[in-house]
């Protein structure tokens, strides 16, 4: 059995010396992007900058393939204007091809997007999949508050369907400032992130349109597989709210892929009752995530062994059609 993380993160310093200060990580500026020397996140910047030292922890880990995409929540690029965007994320992706070159039996690349200029977009999406050999689009939830299900994004879900990408949604933070206090832009700001995006995906129509789609969803999809009840409930009372959809909400939610990135056996357990161990793919957030992937995919008693096998590996290796 091949071991796949799907949720691993890189950097590229010239990036992030750009979109680090602008970053929900940094506190839009107002902490330092780069770690003090010594500290438990000097190590993990430089592990995010170097491919060599995440081969040497998948060795650690036990795992045999990563995916590796950039970490919006540190070096995303919506603030800046379309040309800068577009300049930014073609060096994330040419790193990301690098990184692969260097290790291409071991590593994955995904590839970002411009979103605020979509016809960039589009060009670069051709670019890194044809040119680059990149399989897997990483994208945030939202683009200046314009989430992916939205109308405007619509031609950019039509391109991943076209032409069998897999999509990685990862948020890439909140602007609120409330959510720095403590941390919880983090904490408790990515799971509803993604709860917005599900439900702008769902709502929209793009999952009713075009359910071929195949997306991973990070921290195990956020709030909302947990909390559906009420999005079931609201088409029953104001029924224009399913004018995209045929289904109740919560039965298109069976359509996406999940990591495991939960932290606690119960809540993957939860996850697994709800949308079944075969929607579901190891994901560790490496290198600020779980310290052991495996081990706690292999904690949750709700996994048969054809489960965990599946978890582990065989789902993720079936949507990167990995030979």
Known sequence: MTVIDFH???LEQGVLEQAGPRSVASGFGTRPIEPPPGSRFADIHA??????????????????????????????????EPPLALALNRRLNDTAADWVARHPTRLIGSFTLPLQDLDSSLSELERAVDQLGLRVANLPAQINGLYLGAPELRPL???????????????????????????LWNSVGQPIEEAKVLSSLIYEGVLEQLPALRIVVSHGGGYLPHYFGRLDRNVQNMPDSAR????????????????TCLYEPAMLAALVDRVGAERIVMGSDYPVGEADPIGFVERCDALSDADRAAVLGATAARLLELG
């Open 47 to 80: 592990r995010m900058l170097d491919p060599d030292l995440q081969v040497e922890d998948l060795d650690r880990l036990g795992i045999d393939r990563s995916v590796v995409s950039a970490s919006l929540v540190v070096a995303g690029t919506a603030w800046a």
């Open 157 to 183: 879900w039509d391109a991943i369907a076209d032409r069998g990408v897999v999509a990685f949604i990862h948020p890439d933070g909140v602007s609120d400032p409330w959510f720095q206090d403590y941390s």
């Open 8 to 10: 691993a993160h890189f």
């Open 244 to 259: 995209n959809i045929s289904r109740r909400p919560s039965e298109y939610l069976s359509q996406l892929y999940y990591d």
